[in-house]
């Protein structure tokens, strides 16, 4: 069964970091793409993030590049997201997701972690 | 960046009821379409993919259609377990980009 859990969540000042991890299990994670989208409250989804399997493709949104990292670990079966200079309107449940092999289409998400960005 | 625009953002219905929802794409993304459903606290699933292919597992009453700008999500018989928040996404290109959303709500 896939599993894709995030962590690494929690309340961060206006300018503040935090580092998302995902650690995932049930599937050959060294074998896939990997994204994380966000959530911001009662509003819809947002891709932010694309890191192909073997790290050498990177993709951000606009609205976070310069200021987010996303890495991955296949030794460890982990992605990361490192989010500098946070802004409130980066406030959002995070998702990891993962991309059907040979394809961008998102197939599975993990439950979540929420990111609040507050003074 | 390609602009996916999902209508109507809301609906009313009853269980039974035949519900469409549909799904336009700025420009041309063939069939590269995928539909979730979202269910309060919890992660979007996965129901279509490639515009009308069900992923294994969904129930047959959901149905997909459509190819380059239009797309529609159909629910022949809306059940009590359907009544939640749908998103149309591209894959077609990066950056992946959502619908608004449709949320289906008892009537």
């Known amino acids: 069964e896939v599993q894709l859990v995030e962590s690494g969540g929690g309340l961060v000042q206006p300018g503040g970091s935090l580092r998302l991890s995902c650690a995932a299990s049930g599937f050959t994670f060294s074998s896939y793409s990997m994204n994380w989208v966000r959530q911001a409250p009662g509003k819809g989804l947002e891709w932010v993030s694309y890191?192909?399997?073997?790290?050498?493709?990177?993709y951000y949104a606009d609205s976070v590049k310069g200021r987010f990292t996303i890495s991955r670990d296949n030794a460890k079966n982990s992605l990361y997201l490192q989010m500098n200079s946070l802004r409130a309107e980066d406030t959002a449940v995070y998702y990891c997701a993962r991309a059907a092999s040979g394809y961008y289409l998102v197939d599975y998400w993990g439950q979540g972690t929420l990111v609040t960005v507050s003074s | 960046d390609i602009q996916m625009t999902q209508s109507p953002s809301t609906l009313s219905a009853s269980v039974g009821d035949r519900v469409t929802i549909t799904c336009r794409a700025s420009q041309s993304i063939s069939s590269w379409l995928a539909w979730y459903q979202q269910k309060p606290g919890k992660a979007p699933k996965l129901l279509i993919y490639k515009a009308s292919n069900l992923e294994s597992g969904v129930p047959s009453g959901f149905s997909g259609s459509g190819t380059g700008t239009e797309f529609t999500l159909t629910i022949s018989s809306l059940q009590p377990d359907d009544f939640a928040t749908y998103y149309c996404?591209?894959?077609?290109?990066?950056?992946?980009?959502f619908g608004g959303g449709t949320k289906v709500e008892i009537k």
């Open positions: 996404q591209q894959y077609n290109s990066y950056p992946l980009t």
């Open positions: 890191i192909s399997s073997s790290s050498k493709t990177i």
